[in-house]
């Protein structure tokens, strides 16, 4: 239900500047903000040296590895922005009290495609269990032999999802299909999935202690950082799977890695990374990573990485772009956006950390 907004644009004159465009995804940005005249964009992330970028406009829209926290929130407000379209679904990036409490308005595209990220979260999953990287590299060297190539069925394995919302959801039907058994942790309950998947909900020792296979799928919160940590790998199983699409601040990297170097972690799938901001999404083939830890990530066989494509999907990016511009409309029309993170959905926002934040793990 769309409310009255206290804030209004003018579409005569209203100016909006898009930070970290991607070059893959302008075109979808043009195409759906078609009647809006004044859009620029640019290929800089927001951070607090160039918040001075959006002198001038009325709305800025970012990506997930902007930098909004509370002091480039309070720039922005100096620059004029009263209107901020997330077009991404995880907000960690932004501190949305402070920009609440100045009156600037946040929303988010929170359902643009939870199949995108789903189904690359799968993708993860078989190429590491079926050494598909392995096998390509190895057959364009003509070496067609299989032994380096053995892997398992996921038939009748054990799944566990941590975070069983819009995505952690999806991913249940798709196991299902795969004929897996499935665990769940979540704070919140679906019981559709539960009579009609067999998603068993656990709590998350449970489900450390019992799952062949791991994938993490919660917002990244206070309380979620670094959820997945030393701790619960110790009570992993040998060989276990870990698979990250959510935030690269949601699982210890440090004690992710020291698992895989001791043997007790199998397989690392992530298209997070915790530290990859300034570096995914960019071209550093000619440049030295410094990042130890990355570099350690990028050295192990039994990892494999991408550089948070798992929303690059031509639906995914239609779907944000329409979204980001939905918001626009619905502020120039004087309403609050559905999916307004400062008024429609500030309660929800509130009531879900409280929720998490008072979840035991
Ligand atoms: P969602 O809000 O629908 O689901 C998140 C789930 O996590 C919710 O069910 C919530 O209850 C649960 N949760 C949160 N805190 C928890 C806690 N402390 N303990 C247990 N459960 C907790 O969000 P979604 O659309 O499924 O997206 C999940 C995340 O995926 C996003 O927040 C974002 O960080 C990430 N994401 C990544 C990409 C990518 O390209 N890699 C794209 C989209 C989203």
């Known amino acids: 239900m769309k409310r009255k907004c206290q804030n209004f644009l003018n ?7 898009f930070y970290s465009t991607k070059d893959f995804e ?73 920009a609440r409490e100045l009156g600037i308005a946040v929303a988010n595209a929170p359902a643009y495609s939870p199949y995108a990220i789903a189904e690359h979260a799968v993708t993860l999953m078989l190429a590491l269990n079926r050494k598909i990287t392995t096998a390509d590299n190895q057959v364009h060297h003509q070496n067609f032999t299989v032994s380096n190539l053995v892997g398992f069925d996921l038939n009748r394995k054990i799944v566990g999802i941590i975070g069983v919302g819009k995505i952690g959801s999806i991913l249940v039907k798709i196991m299902h299909g795969f004929g897996c058994r499935l665990l769940g942790y979540d704070v919140r309950q679906n019981k559709e999935l539960n009579e009609e998947y067999k998603l068993e909900y656990v709590d998350l020792g449970a489900l450390c202690r019992e799952a062949d296979i791991i994938s993490i799928h919660t917002s990244l919160t206070p309380h979620t950082k670094y959820m997945l940590n030393s701790k619960l790998v110790n009570l992993m199983k040998q060989g276990v799977m870990i698979i990250n699409t959510s935030r690269g ?25 915790e530290n990859e901001r300034g570096v995914f999404f960019y071209d550093y ?77």
Not at 11 to 17: D, P, S
């Open 11 to 17: 579409i005569e004159t209203v100016k909006t500047l």
């Open 249 to 273: 601040g949601c699982v210890n990297t440090a004690d992710i890695i020291a698992g895989l170097e001791n043997g007790h972690i199998g397989y690392y799938g992530a298209d997070v990374y």
């Open 26 to 98: 302008q075109p979808f940005l043009e195409a759906a903000g078609g009647r809006h005249k004044d859009v620029s964009f640019i290929r800089e992330a927001l951070s607090i040296q160039t918040v001075n970028k959006a002198k001038g406009f009325d709305v800025i829209s970012i990506f997930a590895g902007d930098d909004a926290s509370s002091n480039v929130i309070a720039e922005l407000y100096q620059t004029g922005v009263r209107f901020i379209a997330i077009r991404a679904a995880g907000y960690d990036n932004v501190d949305i009290k402070k």
């Open 285 to 361: 083939s000619d440049k030295e990573i410094r990042d130890p830890m990355l570099k350690k990530l990028l050295s192990l066989p039994n990892v494999l990485l991408t550089p948070h494509q798992a929303f690059a999907t031509q639906e995914a990016l239609f779907n944000i772009a329409e979204a980001t511009f939905d918001h626009i409309d619905c502020w120039e029309n004087g309403q609050d956006s559905e999916n307004e993170l400062t008024r429609a959905s500030y309660e929800i926002v509130l009531q879900h950390q409280q929720l998490c934040n008072t979840s035991k793990n």
